[in-house]
Each structure stands twice: as C-alpha cells, then as structure tokens.
T-cell receptor, first 118, second 111 residues
Framework: GAVVSQHPSWVICKSGTSVKIECRSL??????MFWYRQFPKQSLMLMATSNEGSKATYEQGVEKDKFLINHASLTLSTLTVTSAHPEDSSFYIC??????????????FGPGTRLTVL | AQSVAQPEDQVNVAEGNPLTVKCTYS??????LFWYVQYPNRGLQFLLK??????LVKGSYGFEAEFNKSQTSFHLKKPSALVSDSALYFCAVSRDYKLSFGAGTTVTVRA
C-alpha cells in the first residue's frame, strides 16, 4: 500500500519549453502533496505544498510563476516547469500524505523525475 | 526551528555486522521523526517513524530506531547488515506536516 507514481520518470527538453510532471497517489487519497527538488548527492529541498482545491504554498525563494502547481483531485498533483532553462535541470520528487489525523504525518514518495534542459 | 543533523556523510560496514546511522534533532515541542532510504535515481522509501509511545520503533526491512529524548537522538539501527542495504539514508523531522531532511548518510555494506 501507499504507492505514489510520477510521470514521466525522465524528460529532456529544449531551453524555453515547458514541462509538466504528474504525481499520483495510487491506492490512497491525499489532501496534501509536496514537491521537492534534489541536486546530486544532496538532500531534498521542499519547493511547495499542494492542497487539493486550493493554491499551493511555496517555500521562500521558489518562484511560483516558474513552478506552477495544480492539485485538481485527491490523487493527482502536477508540477509545470515553465520556460525551462538549464539551471532547472534537477531531480524532482513528489510526496503525498494520506488523509487522516495520524496517517498524515507520514509522506510517501514518488520515484522522482529527472529533468534535463538543453 | 525544526532541524535534524546527520553527523556522518558515510558509513561503511561489513555484511553481517551491526549497522548504525546517527541522527540528532532540534525541535520545539514533541518531535515527529522519520527515517527514509533512497536508492540511486529513485524516490524515498519510508522506513519508520516516531510520533509517540515506545522509544524503540521497529520498521521495514529489519530496521529499528531508538528515540532518546535526553540525548535528542534518533539513531537508525540494523542488527545484521546486508549488501542490499547499501543506499542513502535520510533522517527527517515533521512540523505542520512539512518534512525537514538531514543531509543524508551514504551506507556501504561490503560483502
């Protein structure tokens, strides 16, 4: 149980294009989903918190117009990297927190999406 | 502010020997602590968590962790390491449902 998927697993795009990454909770509903960015051999950096049916909350220093987040249902959140540039190349990981008072303390992570911008 | 520290970048052990990955925390109030493992080019897998209750928490794949309030530690342990345990391990603390991660510890188990 508690499986989270991401699509695509990797993507290569040209500079200036936009890329959409999907995050789905497959066997549970998640009011809250999170988006992280990870650089090689480094820890995860929280980018934003996504709540179903409301606007995402971005961490300090993360451009909300650059990284568009939509959480349209209790099982799907999307991250769109707009006008991508080489410095946006990274490993993007999503997580989902199951609905429920104690269950929601645990986040379950997707397998990640490797974005390379040429 | 909530934070965790992993003092060791790398831990190397021989297969069959005990494995310990260290984590200390700094929080205000009751800590909600987690351990995750990451294999190359993969997302994080949940191992275990401490919310309340017994200080010794048992998790997946034979791992356990001991919450020590006086030492503000939450070390991850496995009595007998396997080569397949070689991975990157993250300690994390939760506040308002957000996770703050440690820098990570790379574990290498040699055959």
């Amino acid at each position: 149980g508690a499986v989270v998927s991401q699509h695509p697993s990797w993507v290569i795009c040209k500079s200036g294009t936009s890329v959409k990454i999907e995050c789905r909770s497959l066997d549970f509903q998640a009011t809250t989903m999170f988006w992280y960015r990870q650089f090689p051999k480094q820890s995860l950096m929280l980018m934003a918190t996504s709540n179903e049916g409301s606007k995402a909350t971005y961490e300090q220093g993360v451009e909300k117009d650059k990284f568009l987040i939509n959480h349209a249902s209790l099982t799907l959140s999307t991250l769109t990297v707009t006008s991508a540039h080489p410095e946006d190349s990274s490993f993007y990981i999503c997580s989902a927190a199951p609905i429920g008072p104690s269950a929601s303390y645990t986040q379950y992570f997707g397998p990640g999406t490797r974005l390379t911008v040429l | 502010a909530q934070s965790v520290a992993q003092p060791e970048d790398q831990v190397n052990v021989a297969e069959g020997n005990p494995l310990t990955v260290k984590c200390t925390y700094s929080v205000s109030g009751n800590p909600y602590l987690f351990w995750y493992v990451q294999y190359p080019n993969r997302g994080l897998q949940f191992l275990l968590k401490y919310i309340t209750g017994d200080n010794l928490v048992k998790g997946s794949y034979g791992f356990e962790a001991e919450f020590n309030k006086s030492q503000t530690s939450f070390h991850l342990k496995k009595p007998s390491a396997l080569v397949s345990d070689s991975a990157l391990y993250f300690c994390a603390v939760s506040r308002d449902y957000k996770l703050s991660f440690g820098a990570g510890t790379t574990v290498t188990v040699r055959a």
